[in-house]
């Protein structure tokens, strides 16, 4: 092996990857492609089990609810729709003042969802599985919310936005409502 000292960057980088190979091989690591083509393919069977129509536009955003039977999403119509996945029927329809709502999300206690979009805000909806649906706006970003999730709790939901930006907002107001 040569000296260090009078390899050039090019031999040096070489030898480097030599010895990367020989650290690989003598500890069997290898490829993630590698690895993928050894395992045996699973015999998947997809087929459609429910068509959730109602959106007058492209659907951006999903979530499941902890029940894992009901379902938000939000599209660039502007709807935001709670959905009984089981019976595919529509349980909330929330309406947006701006079209694009491009996020949503499911609270913990499976009563709450925050959603938002191009009109850069952050809007909680309370009590979603009740007639009476109480709208709560968090907060006003730069720039469109891209996407939003809850973190542990109702209070806490991390929002990001497209000003390369993540707040994570605790939402006291709703213990006290």
């Known amino acids: 092996m040569a000296e260090a000292a009078t390899l050039t960057p090019t031999e040096e980088i070489a030898e480097l990857r030599e010895k990367w190979k020989e650290h ?7 490829e993630l492609k590698t690895a993928a083509n050894k395992l045996s393919r699973l015999p998947v069977n997809m087929k459609v089990r429910r068509t959730l129509k109602s959106h007058q536009s492209k659907v951006l955003c999903s979530d499941w609810c902890a029940d894992k039977r009901r379902l938000v999403t939000s599209a660039q ?7 009984d996945a089981f019976s595919s029927s529509k349980e909330v329809e929330i309406s947006s003042p701006s079209t694009w709502v491009v996020a949503c999300a499911f609270g913990p206690s499976q009563n709450i969802i925050a959603c938002g979009g191009l009109d850069n805000k952050c809007t909680v909806y309370q009590n979603i599985s009740h007639q009476s649906v109480r709208k709560h706006p968090v907060a006003m970003h730069t720039k469109f919310v891209s996407a939003c999730c809850f973190v542990g709790s109702d209070q806490e939901v991390n929002i990001n936005s497209t000003s390369a930006q993540l707040h994570m907002w605790l939402l006291l107001f709703i213990l006290s409502s």
Do not use: F, H, S
Request: charged letters at 30%; aromatic letters at 14%; zero cysteines.
């Open 77 to 83: 119509d502007g709807q935001v729709i709670v959905w």
């Open 24 to 30: 690989r091989k003598a500890n069997g690591d290898y």
